[in-house]
């Protein structure tokens, strides 16, 4: 699949949610979902609405706000969750299961044969009750998990054919894109289904990873808003939408409206008590700015040198010092 | 070489410095020397002395700061410019020089040709004056250039035998890792020479690009403090240390005191007068938060559940939020 033409599932409303400082009212939720959609994201993955009542009533709210596109809840592998979710209207369920030794050992204790079979109990449930309603599984920790264990999981799922879509998610954050590439590779060849991938930041590849994932087979990716989720967050939004731009500018242009990149941003880090960050991709504040005089003077003559992003596409424009010592070299020249 | 043997050179005194908001005074660029030391880092890059009378004076006052490792000058590739750097007694001159066609007719206007002319008459002189100083020698921009023109500077320069280094740039930051990966390791195959990666983040790829740069040859990475240079800036020292640590704990520990990372960084943000982002790899104040309920319980249980990197190796520890409708959920499964 082309870069620009994979689907981001936004899930500022569900991993962003787990961003520690985030507290989002059932309005700002909405106000979330409405700017996502308007930017041009056309698959929103929201809290489970097994979680608490609010969450119900938010998924709801959100999956009848007559959004274009899809409206996922997040849910674990439980009949119950599953029934509770598929009452709010959603139109996606996201199944996850944690695959590791370590993770299964902390959460649910389950061994890889119970996680298949729980897995398979839900997807058969929801085929039943809702069978227009897409359903997608997710190995939670896949990247921690040894590979024979992995698709001891994906493998006898893919034969009930009950899936619309796998997940893999890097939980941990702590893969490389070689790594990703690899294990995504062998994911795809080996199920021949769409793939979806989760990555966390921790070390500072999640946007890497996406860009590693897709051109290893993975159809969609997750994002969020400024990146928010547990810890240092995951794959940010800006972060995959710069990668898509840098390899089809016109592709991306045709999808997004990126001009109101900016703005969904600056919105999502007040509702979340955040500042965005002066370096993050794209929006932050000092992404287009230029100083060694070495720099400005090229800039000048021709902005491509030193800039792979158009900031008029973003609706930004450039900064450029002037009067600095390092300003002043080129002169000297 | 093991990822985690790999040289960091630090530029926060160099590329730093292009940062937009960062005014170094003289004291506070010897603090910063100082501190990135004692974290462990043994290779310093500094402003060419050539750009102003007060980088001539500074670049001395470091170089004869008795701090373990190398200091390195950036320089053009002008004699002049050589020749002032090494009057002020560093150990290695790190050459640079554009090369890809838009950069090369937005700054000097100069054929390929040209470019290994003026490297190797610059080469000639340092060896001829300084034996014992390092050469480096850089093409900026290298990412956009046809392959077939970086070829025709670094092959007929490695051929000099003058040059103990070969850097290679992503100077807009465009680059993903399958694309590094391949250009350095075609490089490091061909010229069978050390190589230095160094790379912007405008698509927020450049820890995940050095990383590739590292496993196809690389033997040294270019790193600023919270990644401060020019726009966006580049690997973030931060984020080069969190993936050499979480394939080698123990190499990473044995080579730098990472319980001074944090403080460094702080600092180095108050004199750049940034703020650290909340989302910063292992420095950022959310990198060791744990918020939804399925999460805390499992970190109680044992915090690898959850955790790549262990925030005490770092002197910092783990927030894990409580009494949150999304905390709640797990106690009530
Ligand atoms: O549903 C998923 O794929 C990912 C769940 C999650 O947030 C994670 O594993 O980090
Ligand atoms: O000296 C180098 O390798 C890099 C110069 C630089 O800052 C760049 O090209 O971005
Ligand atoms: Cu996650
Ligand atoms: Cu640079």
């Not at 706000?65 to 996606?92: E, N, Q, W």
């Not at 790594?179 to 930041?201: C, K, S, W």
């Not at 997004?256 to 965005?276: I, K, M, S, T």
Request: charged share 20%.
């Amino acid at each position: 699949m082309p870069l620009s033409d994979v689907v981001i599932v936004d899930t500022t409303l569900r991993e962003g949610e787990q961003f520690i400082h985030a507290d989002f009212s059932s309005e700002s939720k909405l106000e979330i979902a409405r700017a996502l959609s308007d930017f041009g994201v056309r698959y929103l993955e929201v809290t489970s609405p097994a979680a608490s009542r609010r969450s119900r009533e938010d998924a709801q709210a959100i999956a009848s706000a007559g959004l274009p596109g899809t409206v996922a809840a997040h849910v674990r592998c439980h009949p119950d969750d599953a029934a509770i979710a598929l009452d709010t209207g959603v139109g996606a369920l996201h199944m996850v299961m944690a695959t590791s030794p370590i993770l299964r050992a902390a959460s649910h204790g389950k061994a890889i044969s119970e996680v298949v079979r729980m897995a398979a109990e839900v997807a058969e449930f929801v085929r039943k009750r809702a069978p227009d309603v897409s359903i997608r599984f997710s190995s939670e920790d896949a990247f921690r998990c040894p590979l024979s264990d992995l698709m001891n999981v994906y493998l006898p799922l893919a034969e009930l054919k009950l899936f619309d879509r796998f997940g893999i998610a890097d939980t941990t954050g702590a893969a490389t894109p070689d790594r990703v590439a690899d294990v995504v590779g062998l994911l795809h060849r080996l199920t021949a289904m769409p793939i979806e991938f989760h990555g966390h930041n921790d070390i500072g590849c999640a946007v890497a990873n996406a860009h590693a994932a897709v051109t290893n087979g993975a159809t969609h990716i997750n994002t969020s808003v400024l990146g928010l989720g547990e810890r240092n967050g995951i794959t940010p939004l800006e972060g995959m939408i710069a990668v898509m731009y840098a390899a089809d500018r016109a592709g991306t242009m045709a999808r997004f409206r990126l001009d109101a990149l900016p703005g969904l941003c600056r919105r999502v880090a007040e509702l979340a008590e955040v500042a965005v960050p002066f370096n993050q991709v794209l929006v932050g504040e000092t992404a287009f700015s230029h100083k060694a005089g070495i720099h400005t003077k090229a800039v000048y003559n021709d902005p491509r040198a030193y800039e792979a992003l158009d900031p008029a596409d973003f609706g930004l424009t450039r900064e450029i010092a002037i009067g600095h010592r390092l300003t002043g070299w080129n002169a000297v020249r």
